[in-house]
């Protein structure tokens, strides 16, 4: 696996890879970003400290939704 530092650039890199729930905790982590596990959903919604949120299934696998919001 790859380091926090460069674990969004590899996302970036290969959306289409299988990150887990796990991967995107580490970015979001790394990069200042709250994360906030909506109850009763496989979702999350990972927040920045602008007010700004993306909603994201936290079930495998992540694929486009990861490279649409970081680009």
């Known amino acids: 696996m790859a380091k ?3 674990l969004l650039g590899s996302m970036k890199a290969n959306p289409k ?3 887990s729930p ?3 905790r580490k970015a979001a982590k790394k ?3 709250l ?3 909506q ?4 979702h999350a919604v990972l927040t920045n400290d602008q007010g700004q949120h993306l909603t994201i ?3 495998k696998p992540h694929q486009a939704v990861l ?3 970081s680009g």
């Not at 109850?39 to 496989?42: L, V």
């Open 17 to 19: 890879a299988d990150w």
């Open 31 to 33: 990069h200042g970003l």
């Open 57 to 59: 299934p936290m079930h």
């Open 39 to 42: 109850r009763g959903t496989s």
């Open 4 to 6: 926090a530092d460069g």
């Open 35 to 37: 994360i906030i596990r």
């Open 22 to 24: 796990k991967d995107v």
């Open 67 to 69: 490279h649409q919001a």
